[in-house]
């Protein structure tokens, strides 16, 4: 049962806050010689409790539970899961990919589960083998109703992917509507705006965009027609954001959506940067589990860095901002 009280979970929040990893700890990986070392610095940061770290997939366990305790806490002190829900929705969204694909293309994806969600992803996997959904939330039930529907006609990936995004979407948008909280309103609408503006230039084909077109954001499907064709029709639909209008003119250069992407993402979380010092605000919690989330991408990629070789500044094209500092 979720405690109701604002401030101690805020206070909670704090101290693990203490946790988040600093500039210093994460330069530290980068300047790492090779992986070994790479991986040395990452225990010593505290990532994998205690425990040594000597491969990539050691480092991947310890990341992953990581993340899964970050988001339990804040599932567990939350006072306003409407709005730590449009954060934790997504695993079970996932989940259900993974587990709607198990069933009708007879795929053993099981190491893909993750845990952290709103729903235990034993129950989800069960009311999918079964085809029994009536004690999932409705907008998943009707969405897997749909689903069954829809993958008789046509059993593939992609019908599964494009219909759970979409109802995915339109789930997060339900329950940011009824947050108490304009900046959780905020950040779904941007990040499903956002995600519908990379789809439009990855599809490069308006008939296919509008298939996958993601319901809840504030630009309707028309405003992205044939806007691979047009970078300044992009920057005018994002009139008040010069970083994804800067990041539009370096993906009408020729750079590709890598600055794009990045751009994307780092606003998002400084949505709840900005509010995070107020004791009284439910910002701290979600962005405590978004900086969470963002800390494991950055290792995650610093560490591929020294496993493939890349590129100094192809690493950094991709960081994510570090809410900590």
């Given at each position: 049962m979720p405690q109701r009280s604002l401030t101690?979970?805020?206070?909670?929040?704090?101290?693990l806050e203490?946790?988040?990893?600093?500039?210093?700890?994460?330069?530290?990986?980068?300047?790492?010689?090779?992986?070994?070392?790479?991986?040395?610095?990452?225990?010593?940061?505290?990532v994998s409790g205690g425990r040594e770290l000597l491969t990539a997939e050691a480092l991947e366990s310890a990341l992953t539970s990581w993340e899964?305790?970050?988001a339990r806490v804040v599932a567990e002190v939350s006072p306003d899961t409407a709005a730590t829900d449009t954060v934790l929705l997504p695993i079970d969204y996932h989940n259900l990919k993974v587990f709607v694909k198990a069933r009708y293309l007879q795929t053993d994806a099981s190491s893909l589960v993750l845990r952290g969600g709103t729903i235990d992803p034993a129950r989800l996997a069960s009311a999918v083998h079964d085809n029994r959904y009536g004690g999932l939330p409705e907008a998943m039930k009707d969405a897997l109703a749909?689903?069954?529907?829809?993958?008789?006609?046509?059993?593939?990936?992609?019908?599964?992917?494009?219909?759970?995004?979409q109802a995915m979407?339109?789930?997060?948008?339900?329950?940011?509507?009824?947050?108490?909280?304009?900046?959780v309103r905020a950040y779904v609408r941007d990040h499903i705006d956002l995600s519908n503006l990379l789809a439009a230039l990855r599809l490069r084909d308006d008939a296919l965009f509008e298939a996958a077109f993601l319901p809840g954001g504030s630009l309707p499907a028309q405003s992205f027609r044939r806007i691979y064709e047009s970078p300044e029709a992009a920057r005018a639909l994002f009139e008040g954001?010069?970083?994804?209008?800067?990041?539009?003119?370096?993906?009408?250069?020729?750079h590709g959506l890598t600055h794009l992407e990045r751009a994307a993402q780092d606003p998002q979380l400084s949505l709840f940067a900005r509010k995070r010092a107020r004791n009284d605000s439910i910002e701290a919690i979600v962005g405590y589990l978004l900086a969470r989330?963002?800390?494991?991408?950055?290792?995650?990629?610093?560490?591929?860095?020294?496993?493939?070789n890349l590129p100094e500044d192809a690493v950094r094209a991709r960081e994510r901002m570090n809410y900590a500092g």
């Open positions: 101690y979970a805020v206070s909670r929040i704090r101290v203490g946790r988040l990893l600093t500039a210093d700890q994460l330069e530290r990986v980068r300047q790492a010689a090779d992986l070994p070392a790479a991986l040395k610095a990452v225990q010593e940061a505290g899964e305790a970050a749909a689903l069954d529907k829809r993958l008789s006609v046509d059993p593939s990936p992609q019908a599964i992917d494009i219909l759970l995004d979407a339109a789930d997060l948008a339900a329950r940011a509507a009824s947050s108490r909280n304009d900046t954001r010069a970083d994804i209008r800067e990041a539009l003119k370096t993906y009408a250069a020729g989330r963002a800390e494991a991408a950055k290792l995650r990629l610093l560490v591929l860095q020294k496993m493939d």
